[in-house]
């Protein structure tokens, strides 16, 4: 079992500042004027400020919010394996997601879900659209047959604060978590990357509020990019992430483990996975992320 | 480089049996009566039976169909990541697929395709939906950073031809392969799974085809199982599946190596890497699958 200290646990599940920015509100059918169809709906959200790096919103936090549109929607309220495509930055402000269920089985059913903003000039601009299958993650039986094994990372008290990092600790959802950075994947921040393409470190809420699988969707897309160990700067926009949760999260901090294999043609995956405080893998990610600006002495 | 005997080329690219079971029609507007939406079509395709397990058609094969629909009503050609959820199972006969492009950029475009079957009762059932991002591998630079390498897997003549295995090798399937499995990953023919969740192989069309984009979406599905490795016997049908295409593979067989490192709740990830013959790293996929009828001794 990890050894962690206590936390200021300000904050429970439903009521935190995940939450309170990941609300949707879902319109009644007579609002949508869509009663013809069976098993779709329109929901309001709102994209806050406080999730966004350099003005533009987080992925996995946008994907958690669409995941709740959706857990909304379909009869199952679980994700299991949830991929977004990201078509245009999304920018603090007023959304609507639109969503629908595509097929409904006994223990897992399937929808889709886009989120779309309004530009200047009045039209609907989609932002991300995401197709995901859901279940009951407490009707899984216990059994495990793995060969996966937790990452090692130090103490959280030997670990790097993200919000030391300059530039990256710049960024306004850095202050919404308690993120703390293997040592051996945070040269980059004093200039020594060690040019593996890792990147792990505990991840915590601010406000001390525990994982759900919701909050998984945003811990796959939280940590700096793999890059930065790579001594690579430049922005590292997600074209497909798809997160995989496999058991509900036990109450304490996250560890999560990313890493990079393949850095070829300006395109890269990042792979994560999530560890709870019982020692249980509880999510898996990979993204397909694009390298802008190209390397930087590389 | 790898060494590998000389092959019966009978086919080739445009002209081989993939090819003809791959083949999608697409209507004209007039006939689809749908001229309204610009960006959207619809494709008639065929399930040929020589691509089956047990009656029920490869998930990858299926994904080659549906990529191809996608490919032609996209602005860009070669998938870059590709996902789909599949909702139940394909039958050998006709199909309809229907796409639509969901956004276009300058580099990528995003289109989202469904294929469907008729019932016996005339309604149309959907069997898998995909979601996915196109684009031109040929415009992707040669840079490449990369901390992956081949799998160690032995020359093709001393693997063991998938065929021979009992169950497996029965597969309509596997006849149209040349699929050569890593003896270390085989041991469950011979009665001793080695119980790592591992699989290798080199992959091969029966009829020489060399591989292009669309069969390395099959090759990502068609090695037997790891749950086989892992000692277990049963049908893992896969929820999702994604592929990245990372690309152009080079003429020769490709090796793919699958592992599963976390099977639990009576899911599982597979996750593969494909490698062509000129030590490429052309793709990388990961699917959920389910185990069904539990382990079997475990």
Redesign the interface.
């Known amino acids: 079992m990890p050894v962690y200290g206590a936390r200021m646990a300000l904050a429970s599940i439903g009521n935190s500042e995940f939450d309170r920015d990941t609300a949707i509100t879902s319109r009644t059918p007579e609002a949508t004027g869509d009663q013809g169809h069976q098993g779709s709906a329109v929901h309001d959200a709102h994209i806050h400020e406080g999730w966004t790096l350099l003005g533009a919103a987080n992925g996995g936090y946008l994907l958690a919010i669409t995941a709740r549109a959706l857990a909304d929607t379909l009869p199952h309220s679980d994700p299991?394996?949830v991929?977004a495509?990201y078509?245009?930055v999304t920018r603090p402000g007023p959304a609507v997601i639109r969503s629908s269920t595509?097929?409904r089985r006994r223990s897992?059913s399937?929808g889709?879900a886009s989120l779309f903003q309004t530009a200047e000039d009045g039209t609907e601009v989609?932002r991300l659209?995401v197709?995901?299958?859901y279940g009951d993650?407490d009707a899984?039986?216990?059994?495990?047959?793995?060969?996966?094994k937790p990452p090692g990372i130090p103490p959280r008290e030997h670990c790097f604060a993200a919000g030391d990092g300059e530039g990256f600790g710049a960024a306004e959802i850095v202050a919404r978590l308690d993120m703390r950075l293997d040592p051996a994947t945070a040269g980059w921040v004093t200039g020594g990357p060690a040019g593996?393409?890792e990147m792990r470190g505990w991840f915590d809420f601010a406000d001390g509020r525990d994982p759900d699988p919701f909050s998984l969707l945003l811990a796959a897309d939280a940590l700096p990019p793999t890059t930065f160990d790579?001594g690579m700067v430049g922005w590292v926009p997600t074209?497909?992430l798809?997160v995989?949760v496999?058991?509900r999260p036990a109450p304490g901090p996250l560890r999560v483990a990313v890493v990079?294999?393949?850095?070829?043609?300006?395109?890269l995956?990042e792979d994560a996975e999530i560890w709870d405080s019982e020692d249980r893998?509880v999510a898996?990610s990979?993204q397909?992320a694009r390298l802008l600006n190209g390397?930087s002495g590389?």
Chains 1, 2 share one sequence.
């Open positions: 299991f394996t991929t495509h078509l245009s595509v097929h897992l399937t889709q989609e659209r197709l995901a299958t993650l899984l039986s216990d059994d495990v047959r793995t060969t996966a593996r393409g790579l074209v497909e798809t995989h496999r058991r990079t294999r393949n850095l070829a043609g300006g395109f995956e893998l898996q990979r397909l390397p590389a």
